[in-house]
């Protein structure tokens, strides 16, 4: 049966009212370090995977409970891929991936909207939140991401972008063509409500700032 995962990352997590509904009945797996967000998120993880490179002696005590999975420092997946794998292996169709944006490494950030992208190719349903920021995949097809009146949010192409249409923002688009690396797509504002984006070809990343009204 499919159900819905949320990985705890090492990443920066600000939790509030939308994070907590993303987590709501979702098991939970924490990777490395991410276990500290547990306590904020009010949350026990059914499993402790990683390296734990990113793990102090105090962080293990406060949860000596979990299940613990150790891997080698050396080796071939990120702890948040570990954590992944855990979820697909046991029965993942929808994960949210909290803490996986903003932190101390930009290549680990990167690298978790990549995987986003390719699991929702595989047909995961899939967000990555910060609190501050959200990250959904946009692939061919009508994507659907519920945002407050006045949010900031960017479409970022991952490749060409063909027949990109957006409604129920400032700045809507209809079948319109965004190449890879232009800015076009960046700092649109949602009217409130369920924003939606049509693709025809391409893929992309949508960032959203649900708590951002600062303007475009």
Same mark, same amino acid.
């Given at each position: #049966?499919?159900?819905?995962?949320?990985?705890?990352?090492? $990443?920066?997590?600000? =939790?509030?009212?939308?994070?907590?509904?993303?987590?709501?009945?979702?098991? &939970?797996?924490?990777?490395? *370090?991410?276990?500290?967000?547990?306590?904020?998120?009010?949350?026990?993880?059914?499993?402790?995977?990683?390296?734990?490179?990113?793990?102090?002696?105090?962080?293990?005590?406060?949860?000596?409970?979990?299940?613990?999975?150790?891997?080698?420092?050396? /080796?071939?997946?990120?702890?948040? !891929?570990?954590?992944?794998?855990?979820?697909?292996?046991?029965?993942?169709?929808?994960? &949210? #991936?909290?803490? !996986?944006?903003?932190?101390?490494?930009?290549?680990?950030?990167?690298?978790?909207?990549?995987?986003?992208?390719?699991?929702?190719?595989? $047909?995961?349903?899939?967000?990555?939140?910060?609190?501050?920021?959200?990250?959904?995949?946009?692939? !061919?097809?009508?994507?659907?991401?519920? #945002?407050?009146?006045?949010?900031?949010?960017?479409?970022?192409?991952?490749?060409?972008?063909? *027949?990109?249409?957006?409604?129920?923002?400032?700045?809507?688009?209809?079948?319109?063509?965004?190449?890879?690396?232009? !800015?076009?797509? &960046?700092?649109?504002?949602? /009217? *409130?409500?369920? &924003?939606?984006?049509?693709?025809?070809?391409?893929?992309?990343?949508?960032?959203?700032?649900?708590?951002?009204?600062?303007? =475009?």
């Amino acid at each position: #049966m499919n159900e819905t995962f949320t990985i705890l990352l090492g $990443g920066a997590l600000t =939790v509030d009212d939308r994070v907590r509904a993303l987590v709501a009945g979702s098991r &939970v797996i924490a990777a490395d *370090g991410g276990m500290r967000h547990a306590e904020a998120l009010g949350v026990r993880p059914e499993v402790w995977v990683g390296d734990f490179d990113s793990t102090d002696a105090d962080l293990v005590a406060r949860f000596p409970e979990i299940t613990r999975k150790s891997f080698p420092p050396a /080796k071939n997946l990120t702890d948040g !891929a570990l954590a992944v794998e855990e979820a697909l292996e046991r029965g993942a169709g929808r994960i &949210v #991936m909290a803490g !996986a944006l903003q932190g101390e490494r930009t290549d680990h950030g990167l690298m978790n909207m990549l995987l986003a992208v390719r699991l929702a190719g595989d $047909g995961i349903d899939i967000v990555l939140t910060s609190g501050e920021e959200e990250a959904h995949p946009l692939l !061919a097809g009508e994507t659907v991401v519920e #945002m407050p009146e006045g949010a900031l949010f960017s479409v970022l192409g991952v490749s060409d972008l063909a *027949g990109l249409s957006i409604d129920n923002a400032i700045y809507p688009l209809e079948d319109f063509a965004l190449p890879f690396g232009a !800015a076009r797509g &960046v700092s649109n504002k949602a /009217k *409130g409500g369920p &924003v939606r984006f049509g693709l025809k070809n391409g893929t992309g990343i949508i960032i959203l700032r649900p708590h951002d009204f600062s303007g =475009v």
